[in-house]
């Protein structure tokens, strides 16, 4: 076996651009593959963050800027959209809801004000069912003092750290973990903290708040087991005001479904073109490199070889050549996705949540198998149709040159 592999290495060293053919072609189509298997799992994963993560089953939004309302709760991008709490205060009365809970969304201003351009959410700590079983997860209590901060995972303040929003400065007391959804790059306030800056002079005009301590932007409801969250969410629509939309989970997030299912098969298609790409290159490959080597392996035969024992050799080089190339083809891809993982979440302006170290791993292995694999069929495809197995034709080519 050791003979085997020492002739192998020396037939991809002696044949350095053959060789170099084969690694590129393995590298970029590995690379292509993890790119975009990287891309669908973020995706997915982002998904699933926010059908576990959003906590309600029917949300109150402002009408006129309900488009801008998902995009802050899907994405992140700031906003500050308000209505009157009072129009809709009826609707506890209503079987079936559970929990009720509002939230305050206030986009804040320039950097010349603000440490970064962010989201900031105002709270109710007493009734909040989004933001407090995360915490819960990590053996915590939602408790906000005045100028108590929560931070999402985009934000580079850690625990204890010190941010200015407003002119105020602010104690970061909680981070939230990673969860591929808006909440990332929100900051959370307390409701009190959020009237008070909604008061100040600096920001007053800019928000148009000033002594409206009813006014919300989001509200958050929660059913009790065994009712229809289609039923109620209509009874909801026909309670409040045409200036309040109701909206179930699912219509929350159908377009972003719809998004993520169309990537989906967009990537499967993707994938499978691009293994059969590989597939045929590499057999055309294998099938030029092996005619041009047919004097090489019919001396082989003449000197004793057997044909398990050639056949093992040629397939190890192929082995050898696939494997390194799907390594480093992986490598990259993680290197790449890693670089450019915030610009995909902000050009795709969906859900996305990156794999752990864990999975990225796993998802290269995967990758290089597949390529390895592919190359080495496509290797046996082209010994087998050249006859490479058949030491009587290849001897009597041998002899005739």
């Keep these: 076996m050791k003979l085997i592999f020492f002739l192998s290495w020396r037939n991809i060293c002696r044949n350095r651009s053959k060789s170099i053919l084969i690694l590129c072609i393995t590298v970029i189509t590995t690379l292509g593959i993890f790119m975009i298997s990287s891309i669908q799992n973020s995706l997915t994963a982002g998904l699933e963050s926010v059908n576990k993560r959003a906590g309600a089953d029917i949300i109150l939004i402002p009408s006129a800027y309900s488009g801008s309302m998902c995009d802050s709760f899907f994405t992140g991008t700031p906003c500050s959209a308000y209505f009157d709490i009072n129009n809709v205060n009826n609707i506890s009365d209503i079987d079936g809801i559970n929990q009720i809970s509002s939230q305050l969304y206030l986009a804040s201003l320039s950097s010349s004000c603000c440490d970064n351009k962010i989201q900031l959410v105002g709270l109710d700590c007493d009734t909040d069912f989004s933001v407090s079983p995360w915490l819960a997860e990590q053996g915590k209590k939602l408790e906000l003092n005045e100028f108590d901060m929560i931070v999402g995972s985009g934000f580079t303040y850690e625990v204890g750290d010190k941010a200015m929003f407003y002119g105020k400065e602010f104690n970061v007391v909680y981070k939230l973990q990673k969860s591929g959804m808006g909440y990332d790059n929100c900051a959370f306030i307390s409701f009190e903290t959020a ?131 799907g390594i480093v083809g992986s490598a990259l891809g993680e290197f790449v996705f890693i670089l450019y993982q915030n610009y995909l979440k902000y050009k795709l302006e969906l859900p996305f949540l990156s794999p752990d170290i864990t999975k990225i791993v796993i998802l290269s292995l995967e990758c290089a198998g597949i390529i390895l694999a592919a190359a080495i069929i496509s290797a046996a495809v082209a010994y087998v149709s050249l006859g490479v197995c058949e030491p009587d034709s290849l001897i009597s080519d041998d002899e005739k040159r």
Excluded at 279 to 305: D, H, M, P, W
Aim: glycine share 6%; net charge negative; hydrophobic share 40%.
């Design 195 to 325: 009237h008070m800056l909604t008061n100040m002079d600096v920001v007053k005009n800019y928000f148009g708040l000033e002594g409206k301590q009813d006014y919300v932007s989001m509200m958050l409801i929660s059913l009790k087991d065994g009712y229809s969250i289609e039923e109620v969410t209509k009874e909801i629509s026909d309670t409040v005001s045409d200036e309040i939309t109701a909206l179930t989970s699912d219509e929350l997030v159908s377009n972003i479904k719809t998004s993520v299912n169309g990537y989906s098969v967009f990537s499967h298609s993707t994938k499978i073109f691009l293994i059969v790409m590989a597939l045929v290159s590499l057999t055309c490959l294998f099938i030029l490199i092996t005619g041009q080597r047919k004097n090489e392996i019919g001396s082989y035969y003449t000197i004793g070889a057997k044909k398990s024992q050639l056949l093992c050799m040629l397939l190890l080089e192929t082995a050898i050549l696939s494997a390194v190339g």
